[in-house]
C-alpha cells in the first residue's frame, strides 16, 4: 500500500461546478498536511496547508481527518485557471534521519468551458 | 515570499558528462532538499540537508551527491550522467512546514 494515496483522475467537470479530491495516508503519526497545485511542466505550488478544524481559502476548502487519515480538498465555482493537477503532501517530521515529506502521484483536474 | 532558485530551466548533457545544478534560496531556510520527477513515479527525495556541510541521503541518492558550502545553496552533482536521470529536477526548501520549490530544471542526458 502507498502511504499517501490520490486518485489520480482526470476529474473533467464544467466551469461553475464543485469538486472535490479526496488523500489518504498510511501514518497515523503524520505531523502536517498540505494540497499543492502543478501546471503542466512547471514546479508544485503551495495552495493550501490543511488544519485539523478545517480551514477555507476564498473558493477552495481543505479539510484534514485524522481518524480516518484522509485530507479532502474542495474545489466550489470552477474555472478554466483551475485546471491543473492537485498534489497531497504528508509530512511525517524527522524520521530516519530526514526531514520526510510524502507526495501523492496528484489528481489532475479539467475543468471544461 | 520565499524565493527559490535554480540556475537552470532546461539542460541538454551527454552521457558521462559530470553536471552540476545549483539551487539558491533567500529565506535562511535550514533545510533544503533535491528532488526528481517522473511520470507515473511523482517526487522522489534524492538528498536533504538541514544546515551546511550536512547532507542526508534520501531515497533515490546513486549516482548522485550534494554539496552545501552555504545556508543558502544547495549543489546537486551527478558525477557521470546517465540517459536514466533525464529527468525533472526539483529544489526545495523549508523552515519545518510547507516546503517551497524552485521552478526546476528539466535535464535531458543523450
Known amino acids: 500500500r502507498k502511504e499517501v494515496e490520490q486518485d489520480p483522475g482526470p476529474f473533467n467537470v464544467p466551469e461553475g461546478a464543485t469538486v472535490a479530491f479526496n488523500c489518504t495516508y498510511s501514518n497515523s503519526a503524520s505531523q502536517s498536511f498540505f494540497w499543492y497545485r502543478q501546471d503542466c511542466r512547471k514546479e508544485p505550488k503551495l495552495l493550501m496547508s490543511v488544519y485539523s478544524s478545517g480551514n477555507e481559502d476564498g473558493r477552495f476548502t481543505a479539510q484534514l481527518n485524522r481518524a480516518s487519515q484522509y485530507i479532502s480538498l474542495l474545489i466550489r465555482d470552477s474555472k478554466l485557471s483551475d485546471s491543473a493537477t492537485y498534489l497531497c503532501v504528508v509530512n511525517q517530521g524527522w524520521t530516519s534521519g530526514t526531514y520526510k515529506y510524502i507526495f501523492g502521484t496528484g489528481t489532475r483536474l479539467k475543468v471544461l468551458a | 515570499d520565499v524565493k527559490v532558485t535554480q540556475s537552470s530551466r532546461y539542460l541538454v548533457k551527454r552521457t558521462g558528462e559530470k553536471v552540476f545544478l545549483e539551487c539558491v534560496q533567500d529565506?535562511?531556510?535550514?533545510?533544503m532538499f533535491w528532488y526528481r520527477q517522473d511520470p507515473g513515479l511523482g517526487l522522489r527525495l534524492i538528498y536533504f540537508s538541514y544546515d551546511v556541510k550536512m547532507k542526508e541521503k534520501g531515497d533515490i541518492p546513486e549516482g548522485y551527491s550534494v554539496s552545501r558550502e552555504k545556508k543558502e545553496r544547495f549543489s546537486l552533482i551527478l558525477e557521470s550522467a546517465s540517459t536514466n536521470q533525464t529527468s525533472m529536477y526539483l529544489c526545495?526548501?523549508?523552515?519545518?512546514?510547507?516546503?517551497?520549490f524552485g521552478n526546476g530544471t528539466r535535464l535531458t542526458v543523450t
Open positions: 526545495a526548501s523549508s523552515l519545518g512546514s510547507p516546503l517551497h
Open positions: 529565506m535562511d531556510h535550514e533545510n
